[in-house]
Structure formats: structure tokens, C-alpha cells
């Protein structure tokens, strides 16, 4: 029996997901929750189980495309036999009319349910449905008679049905331009990416063979020749698209700065006695498995600094009008990435040591870089930090993680002249920079706040007397 997958709500009502990379083709047997995708999210890139054991015979979606939550993501031959005790095929359901859309789809755990509506995009697939899907898995071509709405040899060579619109060629909006800019016509192309789609290694490929690039005179988009051979070397300008962690960033950030009254605060303190701090637990043998950073430092005292002052650990209800203070700190990380800014948090920060939260840290990083931020892992921050200082820079105005009353950016650590003990001596100095919502935290709370890191960080043995 085939068996479609479509892609669920991965969490918090998202509509829809990028695959990022296919981990299985045509052909490939899965087992049971066997990992076949990774799919970017809003929020974060998710590793996507298959629901079914079997043999994969169509993937309905290539890398970098994007799918709506219920739409179709990959079809799997389960070998489910009818009553008869026949097993189905692709082609068994589709000359008996059987219809494999009325039974239930598995849910899979943490992903909820599926979709029954919502808009559908346009199939990608033959109208002889799974028989020419099967087909094309097992020669690699499709068929003449699956010519509608695929790319290749057949779909070329198939008459196209009366008063049907051919398909437009596969391929991302970046290449589109970059064919636009050379002059190419894509309908002359056979793309080699997955599923048929075109590369732009195929348009500039396309762009230099006689008789590809060259429209009619007079055409929209039409460029010398010699100015195509220069564009392909460096193309006037590049579009990225708006998606996945970016356009979710970006929506954010202009909400929380349009709708909270930010307000920053920024004090510049001698750190030499928490360097000195960092730099032997570091030295320390026993200790060599925890990374302890300046980070995890400042972690800490805003953890202790935050306990002193609850306002800045809280959330403005405008539904019911309320601020809302939070029993605990759920400490947001805020973590560059290829695709764009995130903030996973550590639940329960203020509960943990300094070589827990040390630990901790380490650990949201590594799967930040590697992509594998989970959405569970961005949401119920309450309040968070910002390291610009490893870009060098010295301070700053962050903008506010949306439901949050605070953010807090260390700024480099520099050697320079300061004054210590009534004279001038090379210390270590770092600047903070504290943005807040004026709306729960008054001008005296954040700078109470952001004075007790400071004096954390001046004096570490002074959190003793904080705690």
C-alpha cells in the first residue's frame, strides 16, 4: 500500500516548513521513525521521523522548496496487503479507485496533528498519480504518459493535453533572476538538481552554449552577450529569500521594538578579578571537563542580580492587563547562526552552578551551530543575554526578546588604563549594555539591576552576599 506523509505542525501553530535536506531517495527501504528529513522551520531546523516502514517511492518536495503544513512530503510503499491478501502497489490503488487519503494518518509524538485544511499547493506530480511515480523510481525517467507537471526527457517529448497550461520549469526565485540576467530561457533547460530543478551551475552553463541564452531581439530582460559572460563572473546584485529563522527573527524584532518602550542603560566595570576567576578554573585539572567562560560568569550574576529585582524577569500581559513575574529564570542564550539569530534558553538557570550553567551554555551552542535547535528549546525564555562581545564590539542597544522585560549584552573584555586603588594601572574592563521595557521596569530597578552584576563582576566573592 502507498502510503503519503504529509508534513505535520511541528509546534506553536506553524504553517510551514523548508526542507533543508532529504536523507533518503527513491527507492531507499526505512524503518520504523528512521530520520528522511530535515525541515527549517521559523524557529529552528527539526529532524523529521517517518511514520511508516517501507520503501520510499516518491519525494514530493526538493531541497530549499518550501511545504504547508498537510501537503504532501513523501510517499512510502508499506507492503500492506488488501483482503485479498495482495499486496498494493502504486499502481494497484490507482486502477482500483482506491483511495489511501480517507485513512488515518499516524500522528507522531511532539508534532501534533495533521492538517485537513489549509491552502494546498500546486501537485507536483504525474496525473497517473503513484503508477507514474513508480515508474519513474524505477527506470529514473517519467513516463510519456506522466508528461503533465514534471520535468525531463519524457515530459518534453509527451503532447501536452488540450487546453492544459504546461508547468513552469522548476527553480529558486535567485536563479530565476540569475537567468533573467543572462538572457537564458529556462524552458530550454533540463535541470540537474533534485527532482529536476534547475541550478544556477545549469544556467550558466546554459548561458555559454550557443543557441540557449539568446532571446528574441528586443526581449524583456535581453543583455549583450558580452555583458552576460561578465555578470556570470559577478552578478550585479543577489537575493536571498525571506524565510525559515530569519523572517521569523525579523517579524520579532520589529514587533518587540514597536511595541515595548525600550529603554537602555550601560555601565563599564573592571572585570581583571573575574578574568583572573575564569582563567584558574580553566588551569584547574579537576575541572577540565566544564568550558567556563566570561559568559557563563555574567550568567551567573544576572541569575543572582535578577533574584534582588523580579521586575526585570517578567512579561506584560496586555490580554489581561497584568505583569506577570516569573517564579524562575529561563536564562535565553542569544546564538548567531547560518541562518539567522536565535534564542534557546536554560530552564531553571538560576537553580544551576556556575560549572552547570558553564555546561549548559557549551551545550546550546554546539546545537545552535549545528542547526538542531528544537522549537520546545526557543520558547519560555523570560529573560536573556547577548555576547557581542566576541565580535569586538563594546556596546550596544538590543532589542528585547518578544514576552521578555529584559536583555543584557557583555561587550569585550579590554586591557586599558583604569583607575585601581587611587592609581592608574592596566586592568580589565567590559561594558554592559541593559535594554528593558519601561512599561514593567522602572529607570531605578534596571539600574539596581544592572549595579549588582556590575559589583558581581568587580568583586566574584561578592555573589555571596547576594544569594
Known amino acids: ?5 504529509p508534513l505535520p505542525d511541528l509546534g506553536e501553530g506553524l504553517t510551514e516548513s523548508e526542507i533543508v535536506a532529504w536523507r533518503v531517495a527513491v527507492g531507499d527501504r526505512v524503518e520504523l521513525n528512521q530520520i528522511v528529513a530535515d525541515v527549517e522551520t521559523a524557529k529552528a531546523v527539526v529532524e523529521l521521523p517517518t511514520p511508516y516502514a517501507g520503501v520510499i517511492t516518491a519525494l514530493h518536495a526538493a531541497e530549499g522548496e518550501t511545504v504547508n503544513v ?17 499486496p498494493v502497489g502504486a499502481a494497484d490503488a490507482s486502477e482500483s479507485g482506491a483511495s489511501t487519503s480517507d485513512a488515518p494518518e499516524p500522528t507522531l509524538v511532539g508534532y501534533g496533528a495533521r492538517d485537513e485544511g489549509g491552502p494546498k499547493r500546486r501537485a507536483r506530480r ?3 498519480g503513484a503508477a507514474s511515480a513508480a515508474a519513474t523510481a524505477r527506470t529514473g525517467t517519467p513516463s510519456a504518459t506522466s508528461a503533465e507537471g514534471t520535468t525531463g526527457p519524457a515530459a518534453a517529448e509527451a503532447p501536452a493535453q488540450a487546453g492544459e497550461r504546461p508547468e513552469r520549469p522548476r527553480s529558486t526565485p535567485p536563479v530565476r533572476k540569475l537567468a533573467r540576467d543572462l538572457g ?20 550558466e552553463r ?3 552554449s550557443p543557441g540557449v541564452a539568446a532571446p528574441a531581439a528586443g526581449a524583456v530582460g535581453a543583455v549583450p552577450a558580452a555583458a552576460a559572460r561578465g555578470r556570470a563572473d559577478r552578478p550585479a546584485e543577489t537575493r536571498i529569500p525571506i524565510r525559515g529563522v530569519r523572517k521569523h527573527t525579523a517579524a520579532a524584532m520589529v514587533r518587540s521594538a514597536f511595541t515595548a518602550p525600550h529603554v537602555t542603560e550601560f555601565l563599564t566595570v573592571d ?14 585539572r579537576a575541572l577540565a571537563s566544564h568550558r567556563v567562560t566570561p559568559l557563563a560568569v555574567v550568567a551567573k550574576a544576572l541569575c543572582i542580580a535578577a533574584r534582588r529585582t523580579p521586575d526585570v524577569n517578567a512579561r506584560w500581559d496586555d490580554d489581561a492587563q497584568e505583569i506577570v513575574q516569573f517564579g524562575g529564570v529561563n536564562l535565553g542564550i542569544a546564538a548567531a547562526t547560518d541562518r539567522g539569530l536565535v534564542v534557546p534558553n536554560i530552564p531553571a538557570a538560576d537553580e544551576l552552578t556556575l560549572l552547570e550553567l558553564a555546561d549548559a551554555i557549551t551545550a546550546l551552542a554546539e546545537t545552535a551551530r549545528a542547526g538542531r535547535t528544537s522549537p520546545a528549546d526557543l520558547a519560555g525564555g523570560t529573560i536573556s543575554i547577548t555576547n557581542i562581545g566576541v565580535f569586538g564590539i563594546d556596546a ?6 518578544p514576552g521578555e522585560a529584559a536583555i543584557l549584552a557583555m561587550g569585550a573584555v579590554r586591557r586599558q588604563p583604569w583607575e585601581h586603588r587611587g592609581e592608574i594601572a592596566l586592568r580589565e574592563v567590559m561594558t554592559l549594555s541593559l ?6 521596569v522602572d529607570g531605578a530597578q534596571g539600574s539596581r539591576f544592572l549595579a549588582d552584576i556590575g559589583a558581581i563582576l568587580r568583586e566574584p566573592g561578592r555573589a555571596l552576599t547576594m544569594m
Open 435 to 440: 535594554s528593558f521595557d519601561h512599561r514593567l
Open 126 to 128: 504525474a496525473p497517473g
Open 70 to 86: 498537510g501537503e504532501p512530503l513523501f510517499s512510502c510503499d508499506t507492503g500492506e496487503p488488501l483482503d485479498d491478501g495482495e
Open 184 to 203: 537564458v530561457d529556462l524552458e530550454q533547460i533540463v535541470g540537474t538538481g533534485p527532482r529536476g530543478l534547475i541550478t544556477r551551475d545549469d544556467v
Open 396 to 401: 550596544g542597544t538590543p532589542i528585547l526578546n
Open 206 to 208: 546554459a548561458a555559454s
Open 1 to 5: 500500500m502507498i502510503r503519503d506523509f
Open 271 to 284: 572585570v581583571t578579578e573575574t578574568m583572573e576567576l575564569v582563567r584558574s578554573l580553566r588551569e584547574d
